[in-house]
C-alpha cells in the first residue's frame, strides 16, 4: 500500500511569506505527526493529530500550525516565514495512539527553502 | 526524562567491512527502540524496531540490532556494509504517556562508505 506522502517536495518562498504544507498519511493510519529537521537543530518535534485534535505540540512558535481532516490528511502552515524555517518538513504517521509500540512511518518531506 | 545518545557523529568504513553505530538511551519508563535510515535527499526510512521479546532483532538490508537492557543500548550493526549503505542513522525511542506516542530522536550517526 502507497506510504506517507507529502506535497509539495520542494518550495522557495519569500520571508514574510506563509507556506502551507500537506500530509497523507497511509491507508488505516489515524495519527500524524510533524517533525523539522535542520543540520543545526536535528530532528524536532512539531505536533501531533489523531481525531482531527492537536494531541501533543512541541517547543515552536504559534507562527506554526497545523489541523487534521476527517480523512486524517494533515496541514501545516507557517506564518511570517523566517529564514531559520529552512528545513526539511517531515510528515509521519502512525495507528491510532496506544501503548503498543506503535510504528511510526515518515514521508519524504518537504524541502522548504526561505529567501 | 527520555533521552537518546548517539556516540558517534560520523562512522568512516571500508566496503565489506563490518561496522557498529552505538545508541544508548535514558528512560524512566519503559520504551520502544528503533533505527531509521535516511539516505540523501530522502525522509526516514524504518529500518527494525524492537518492541518485545528477543533482544536480537533483524531488519532490512542486512542490519540487526542488539537491545541491552542492563547498559540501556540499542547498537545497529551489519556484518558488510555496501557503498549503498551511505547515509545517516537515527536511533529513536518511542514512549506512551499522556494519551499519545511519543518518539524522541538521537541527533543521528552519518555512515560512510569508501571504496
Known amino acids: 500500500k502507497a506510504g506517507v506522502t507529502q506535497t509539495p517536495r520542494y518550495l522557495i518562498k519569500t520571508r514574510g511569506q506563509q507556506v502551507t504544507l500537506s500530509c497523507s498519511p497511509i491507508s488505516g493510519h489515524r495519527s500524524v505527526s510533524w517533525y523539522q529537521q535542520t543540520p543545526g537543530q536535528g530532528l524536532q518535534f512539531l505536533f501531533e493529530?489523531?481525531?482531527?485534535?492537536?494531541?501533543n505540540k512541541g517547543n515552536f512558535p504559534g507562527r506554526f500550525s497545523g489541523r487534521q481532516f476527517s480523512n486524517s490528511r494533515s496541514e501545516m502552515n507557517v506564518s511570517t516565514l523566517e529564514l531559520g524555517d529552512s528545513a526539511l518538513y517531515l510528515c509521519?504517521?502512525?495507528?491510532?495512539?496506544?501503548?503498543?509500540?506503535?510504528?511510526?512511518?515518515f514521508g519524504e518531506g518537504s524541502w522548504l527553502t526561505v529567501v | 526524562a527520555q533521552s537518546v545518545t548517539q556516540l558517534d557523529s560520523q562512522v568512516p568504513v571500508f566496503e565489506e567491512a563490518p561496522v557498529e553505530l552505538r545508541c544508548n538511551y535514558s528512560?524512566?519508563?519503559?520504551?520502544?527502540l528503533f533505527w531509521y535510515v535516511q539516505y540523501p535527499n530522502q525522509g526516514l526510512q524504518l529500518l527494525l524496531k524492537?518492541?518485545?521479546?528477543?533482544?536480537l532483532v533483524k531488519g532490512i538490508n542486512g542490519f540487526e540490532a542488539e537491545f541491552n537492557k542492563s547498559q540501556t543500548s540499542f547498537h545497529l550493526r551489519k556484518p558488510s556494509v555496501h557503498i549503498s549503505d551511505t547515509a545517516e542513522y537515527f536511533c529513536?525511542?518511542?514512549?506512551?504517556?499522556?494519551?499519545?506516542?511519543?518518539?524522541?530522536f538521537g541527533a543521528g550517526t552519518r555512515l560512510a562508505v569508501h571504496p
Open positions: 529513536a525511542v518511542s514512549f506512551f504517556s499522556g494519551g499519545y506516542n511519543k518518539l524522541i
Open positions: 528512560s524512566s519508563v519503559s520504551v520502544y
Open positions: 493529530y489523531f481525531s482531527e485534535t492537536q494531541r
Open positions: 524492537y518492541l518485545s521479546g528477543s533482544t
Open positions: 509521519a504517521s502512525s495507528l491510532a495512539p496506544g501503548d503498543n509500540g506503535n510504528t511510526i512511518y
